[in-house]
């Protein structure tokens, strides 16, 4: 699910962040993954700031709570001050469209 939304994200990112839109992207895979995460990256051309999370059985609690995160994908958004105002998760499914809207919304604001 992830993979079938990132290239909307890269793309929705490449036209707003003309207007502030400041995008991380981060990825729990394993170790063992990581070459083909850098790869997938590279490939979607994702010149924003990336994140590898160590996702071993001993942390998996931790990044769960830490990050507010029930499974992925998740998107949270955060106003020009910081405050998370809106989360998209896979609890209750997106479409990458709403993010977008509400994006735009957001920054219109002052």
């Not at 990581?34 to 998996?60: G, Q, V």
Request: hydrophobic content about 40%; some cysteine.
């Amino acid at each position: 699910p992830c993979k079938q939304k990132f290239p909307e994200m890269v793309k929705m990112y490449k036209e707003l962040a003309p207007k502030g839109l400041v995008l991380i992207s981060l990825t729990i895979d394993e170790a063992d993954d990581k070459p083909a995460a850098l790869e997938f990256l590279k490939k979607m051309n994702a010149t924003f700031e990336n994140y590898w999370l160590d996702d071993t059985e001993a942390n998996k609690d931790k990044w769960h709570e830490k990050f507010c995160i029930i499974g992925p994908p998740v998107v949270h958004v955060f106003n020009r001050k910081g405050v998370r105002v809106k989360t998209f998760a896979a609890d209750q499914p997106f479409k990458t469209a709403d993010v977008e809207q509400f994006v735009k919304q957001l920054l219109e604001e002052k």
